[in-house]
């Protein structure tokens, strides 16, 4: 699915529940991680839920692996990694996630209150571009 | 009784549909009278206290110190001087732990529980530091309850303070502790009770508790944000030093150094928070008028209904089976976190919470990673429960 599907998927629902039964469903499509990736060292702590990731980079593509002990972060995991998944380091500096959010009527969940770690992982994917692409 | 119509805010909606506030212990919301005091005072009274020479700071005064009493009544204090007006739960108990420093020896024991909230056991781990102290925690049973047995084991002649919540925020145990202050005191430990969560759901009276110190927040309590109680019984308060220096704290200054004013004002540097007092005083006066155990028992029934309704939904597993509860219900649901079942509930008008609830060190004792917290207030109803118990229906369809 492309970014510009999610968006048009999107825009068919018009009530609460069919999108967050989209949502969940997308997060059990995700490959997800192995348990023993979920290490510390790949953990991004929310105060309500974790957030596992790990990426390789390979001939100028990014690619991640990303998982969550929750549903809906996983659907929302879902939904970044078709914006991200496979870009270049540059790409992914220049893209504006918290502007997807805020088109599909998602950006509660980044917000700080939510403490489901998703704000987090958005600036480590952004870190990890940054690192990639110097 | 119905209070409902007392608080605007439940009036609104959220998400589009009827608000069901069910987040009470985090923070109840504000009947209009104490709305109408805030905004009284700042319209009408606002003065520094205690200081100026004229009309508008006599006001105030009165208003603070007439909060001061009310509190005192509230808790059924001794001496209105026992009343020391803080920003809330946490800071009464970072200061009473500061003010002890000199009072703890290497090696001694601080008791606590597993039941505590992060703000009962920072602190004391920060006293523990400065001071050499060991952290011991009464641990509890399978069904929430505190392990009484381990209370007696841990409660020894080497106990410096027995810090202890009158209910838990996590669970909504109600803990014994009239009778855990009574051990502590027979051998010689201070004693204090984290009133957080109590203040709204039993009588609070420290004289029958015979506790050193009792803390609990206004915000809990219906009385706005940043503004709190910590009762301390009054010889042992002026015994014990200032723990921030100021204004309003002072007997006599010189460059050198400063003698200090009794209880309460020792404890009170700076200009207080005089709206905020305002603001809980117009509380203590609407509990005041109100049949408190009816609401009280009331609410024992909601409670009731939400916990009984909850066990019929396939899946849902109450967290915590305690003999005496109240306000509070934890779940989890089979196969969503609790994070999922919040944001779902919070789609169908639903506020309540989930997570830790600054409880981790229960979490981890029960190995869970967090639950769904509905927490009830005086001004639930029927129809609150019963939105929470189809919205926990719907969302096990989603998971």
């Excluded at chain 1, 290490?39 to 991640?64: D, K, M």
């Excluded at chain 2, 605007?8 to 608000?19: D, H, M, V």
Aim: contains cysteine.
């Amino acid at each position: 699915m492309t970014l510009d599907e999610l968006i048009d998927t999107f825009s068919f629902f018009d009530d609460w529940e069919d999108k967050y039964r989209f949502i969940i469903d997308l997060g059990k499509e995700l490959p997800g991680l192995p348990d023993a990736a979920k290490t510390e060292e790949h953990l991004i702590r929310g105060c309500q839920s974790q957030v596992w990731l790990t990426y390789e980079a390979a001939s100028g593509a990014l690619n991640f692996h990303m998982d969550s002990d929750a549903h809906i972060v996983r659907g929302l995991i879902a939904v970044v990694l078709i914006a991200v998944q496979g870009r270049s380091a540059s790409d992914i500096q220049q893209l504006d996630i918290e502007a997807i959010f805020g088109q599909l009527d998602l950006l509660a969940h980044l917000s700080v209150t939510r403490g489901n770690g998703l704000r987090a992982m958005v600036a480590r994917i952004k870190a990890i571009a940054e690192h990639e692409a110097t | 009784m119905n209070i409902r119509g007392d608080f605007p805010i439940l009036q609104r909606t959220s998400r589009g549909k009827p608000l069901v506030y069910l987040d009470n212990g985090a923070t109840t919301q504000k009947p209009q009278c104490v709305i109408d005091a805030i905004d009284d005072y700042y319209r009408l009274r606002n003065a520094n206290v205690h200081r100026a020479a004229h009309e508008l700071a006599e006001e105030a005064t009165a208003l603070m110190e007439a909060a001061r009493t009310k509190g005192q009544h509230f808790v059924n204090a001794t001496y209105r001087e026992e009343i020391i007006f803080t920003r809330g739960t946490t800071e009464g108990i970072n200061l009473v732990a500061q003010i002890l420093s000199q009072r703890i020896q290497p090696g001694q024991d601080i008791v606590i529980s597993q039941l505590e909230h992060h703000s009962n056991i920072v602190p004391w781990q920060l006293l523990a530091q400065r001071t050499g102290a060991n952290i011991l925690a009464i641990d509890i049973d399978e069904s929430g309850d505190l392990d009484l047995q381990d209370a007696a084991n841990k409660i020894t002649s080497n106990t410096a303070v027995l810090a202890i919540t009158h209910i838990s925020n996590g669970l909504g145990t109600i803990n014994p502790v009239a009778q855990l202050v009574q051990q502590a005191k027979a051998v010689g430990a201070l004693t204090l009770v984290d009133g957080a969560q109590a203040v709204l759901h039993c009588a609070i009276d420290v004289q029958a508790l015979d506790c050193d110190f009792y803390v609990f927040s206004g915000h809990k309590m219906f009385a706005p944000t940043g503004i709190g109680i910590l009762y301390g019984r009054l010889a042992l308060l002026n015994e014990l030093p200032p723990w921030q220096g100021g204004g309003e704290m002072i007997d006599q200054v010189s460059i050198e150094s400063s003698t200090y004013q009794n209880a309460p004002f020792r404890f009170e540097a700076g200009t207080p928070n005089i709206a905020g007092a305002v603001g809980l005083g117009a509380a203590f006066d609407y509990l005041s008028e109100l049949p408190m155990q009816t609401l009280i028992d009331d609410e024992a029934t909601l409670v009731a209904r939400a916990l009984s309704g909850l066990k019929q939904i396939p899946g849902v597993r109450i967290v915590g089976e305690p003999q005496q509860r109240a306000s509070v219900v934890s779940f989890l649901m089979d196969g969503g976190h609790p994070n999922d079942v919040g944001t779902l509930l919070d789609q169908q008008g639903i506020a309540l919470r989930t997570g830790h609830h600054c409880n981790m060190p229960l979490m981890s004792r029960l190995g869970i990673p967090g639950t769904v917290r509905a927490s009830f207030s005086l001004y639930n109803d029927e129809t609150d429960v019963d939105t929470l118990l189809a919205g926990v229906e719907k969302a096990a369809t989603f998971l």
